[in-house]
């Protein structure tokens, strides 16, 4: 969503003339990535700035590629129609890459989100070294930037989504006790090897997965909402007035990591009575009767479909999982007074089942106030949602600055070679 009042407060707080023109320029671009094409006349009512001001705007944007426009084909007044303006998605691509427990997720995205391919493939439990899955990487993204577009097509950089605690500001993976991760350094190995200066950034996949559900999914439009990536473990992103809570170095959001039966089990990170210990994975292959090591994307769907079926014991299963779920977006409910909490990861796929035992925990566990406000929803882009966020983390960078994107001769050519 755009600031219908970004132009106005750009000038409250006394900008510089160039200063004023980027944010500007930003409000422009952003509106157009989110949204889609819009009319001149469009983006002058959104962003509050004069029509004149609105096409010097487009031309800058049209100049460097990152928009085209079309004739309008509709007038409201007399006169001709109104030029549409369309975002080129060849103006700006990313790579999203999104490393998690069972699988390795890689896509060529272009601005205003659209997807040229994208692949995900299973990856055995054990095969996680951070050499061998930058290997699986580069295999993956060779063929994807093969088969981008030729011509002027600007490739931005690199967004990765990463199943553990990161610090976004050198891409390090601090730890990732499902993966077996420590001290990580994994933007400067993908840069290595694949042979590019472009910038990668490197996030939590769950605060990717809000970012994703906030910009382009079912929390579209919603400024305060939670997201939870649910899979052999348990992250929480959370959007607070718009924006991600991230923390000092990043870290925030590690709600899996948090206190819920203190007689509970060991986690993988070592405490007592984790979240994820009662509302993850393993605890409803445990409640099943399976293995944690019996786990993946084939077991998963083993398990849903028994539940399709109606097999009491894994509807059981669930209803316990859904309990120690709720009880934990109540706690989520009462610290963050969100008006959307979003069930991703393993909650999407078995959000039937979950849904209303979830709902009568969070009445147990959360004050009547807030929990009146919050709504548990499933999330729109499902085992996507990391993904999609990746691609995002990076249109951020574009989008506060169009101008700084630096076209690559011959994209194709980058990790051509591996």
């Known amino acids: ?35 889609g094409p819009a009319s001149r006349s469009q983006l002058t009512t959104v962003t509050a700035l004069n029509r004149s001001t609105i096409a010097d705007l487009v031309a800058e944007l049209t100049e460097l590629g990152l928009v085209e426009e079309t004739p309008g084909t509709t007038s409201s007044g007399p006169g001709r129609p109104s030029p549409i303006v369309v975002i080129r998605p060849e103006g700006a691509v990313v790579l999203a890459i999104e490393i998690s427990v069972d699988s390795v ?7 205003g989100g659209h997807v040229y391919n994208k692949v995900r493939v299973a990856r055995p439990r054990g095969q996680f070294s951070p050499k061998v899955t930058i290997q699986d990487i580069a295999k993956l993204a060779g063929p994807l930037f093969d088969s981008l577009p030729g011509g002027r097509t600007y490739f931005a950089g690199i967004g990765v989504g990463a199943a553990g605690v990161v610090r976004r500001s050198d891409g390090v993976v601090v ?34 997965g809000a970012v994703a559900e906030h910009r382009r999914g079912v929390g ?55 979240w994820e210990t009662e509302a993850g994975e393993a605890a409803l292959l445990r409640h099943v009767g399976l293995e944690a090591a019996d786990t993946g994307t ?17 509807l059981e299963a669930l209803a316990e999982v859904g309990r120690w779920l709720g009880l934990g977006i109540g706690n989520l409910i009462n610290t963050f007074n969100p008006k959307l909490v979003v069930l991703g990861g393993m909650y999407h796929r078995f959000f039937e089942f979950l849904e209303g035992p979830a709902n009568e925990a969070v009445k147990l566990r959360a004050l009547d106030a807030p929990r009146r406000m919050a709504a548990i929803t499933r999330s729109a882009l499902g085992s996507d949602a990391p993904l999609i966020g990746a691609a995002e983390l990076m ?3 574009v989008l506060a600055s169009p101008a700084s994107i630096s076209e690559v001769a011959n994209t194709p050519g980058i990790i051509s070679a591996h």
Not at 105 to 111: R, S
Request: glycine letters at 12%; aromatic letters at 4%; charged letters at 20%.
């Open 1 to 35: 969503m755009v600031d219908r009042s970004s132009s106005k407060v750009a000038h409250s707080r006394g900008m510089g003339a160039d200063e004023l023109r980027r944010h500007n320029l930003e409000s422009v671009l952003r509106y157009l990535h989110l949204t």
């Open 105 to 111: 997720a890689v896509a060529t995205v272009g601005l």
């Open 175 to 208: 730890v990732a006790p499902n993966l077996g991760w420590q001290e990580v350094p994994l933007a400067e190995m993908l840069a290595t090897s694949l042979g590019i200066d472009q910038p990668i950034s490197v996030a939590n996949e769950a605060d990717l």
């Open 220 to 274: 579209s439009g919603i400024d305060h909402l939670i997201y939870l990536s649910g899979e052999v473990g348990l992250g929480a992103g959370v959007i607070l007035d718009g924006q991600p809570l991230l923390g000092l170095a990043g870290y925030a959001g590690e709600a899996g990591h948090t206190l819920i039966n203190p007689e509970g089990r060991e986690c993988r990170c070592g405490a007592i009575g984790c």
């Open 298 to 314: 084939d077991t998963l769907e083993s398990v849903s479909e028994r539940a399709r079926s109606g097999d009491p014991k894994v």
């Open 395 to 397: 249109f951020s960078d």
